[in-house]
């Protein structure tokens, strides 16, 4: 992962609270979607992707409702700004074409809580991700306490992500257009999140959400 210095102290003052969240409208995605289901297809995305300046990345996982079962990493949406390419790993697995690709450090790939991501895809095949920005630590730069997606975009852009399709079957043999939105929404929003911060229009100060932390003030003797 990308290493970025650390430019403001452990005191992070910007969070939202939680009833202005719930009240804000749902964001949603209307870029194009492209279902990758076959070889092919994936080699011409990767190709088309290698040569977009940044890329967003998530994954979606078939959720486990018994104790003790697991699955494998279901679904890879990688992001550019304006189209997003759902990798249906279910059925492509971790490919050499998208290995090379994750561990390509001169393709810069932005992502949220990508440990996890890539804890549960080396169940599938061994993979060293390499020219990942972890937005967990890159929003800390910017005084942002609140480390969920949902949460930072809320911070950002005043409107909240949806997460009612992440308890879906992902490894359903038809993906319906909610979970292709809702996915696709994932990834292209850690790409708009980087833009964002990167481009010096969030002043930390002057967002609603910024909270001033006080110090406590000395006892009168």
């Not at 074409?97 to 080396?122: Q, Y």
């Not at 879906?168 to 964002?196: F, G, K, M, P, S």
Request: with cysteine; glycine share 4%.
């Amino acid at each position: 992962l990308i290493n970025r210095q650390k430019q403001h102290p452990t005191e992070y003052p910007v969070s939202i609270p939680k009833d202005q969240f719930a009240a804000m409208p749902a964001e949603s995605y209307n870029g194009r979607i492209v279902l990758v289901q076959d070889l092919f297809t994936a080699t011409k995305a990767l190709r088309y992707l290698s040569d977009q300046p940044m890329v967003g990345f998530d994954t979606e996982t078939r959720p486990a409702f018994k104790k003790g079962q697991t699955h494998g990493v279901a679904l890879m949406q990688l992001s550019s700004a304006d189209c997003c390419f759902l990798f249906r790993i279910s059925r492509l697995g971790l490919f050499p074409e998208l290995k090379d690709f994750l561990e390509n450090p001169t393709i810069v790939k932005i992502g949220l809580s990508t440990r996890d991501d890539f804890h549960v895809l080396n169940r599938i095949s061994p993979v060293t991700p390499q020219g990942f920005i972890e937005l967990q630590t890159l929003v800390k730069e910017y005084m942002i306490s609140d480390i969920s997606l949902t949460k930072i975009y809320a911070i950002l852009f005043g409107s909240r992500i949806s997460k009612g399709q992440r308890l879906t079957n992902w490894e359903a043999v038809e993906l319906t257009e909610a979970q292709q939105r809702y996915a696709a929404l994932d990834a292209w929003a850690c790409l708009r999140i980087y833009n964002h911060l990167i481009s010096g229009r969030f002043i930390p100060t002057e967002s609603p959400f910024y909270h001033p932390v006080t110090e406590p003030q000395p006892q009168e003797q």
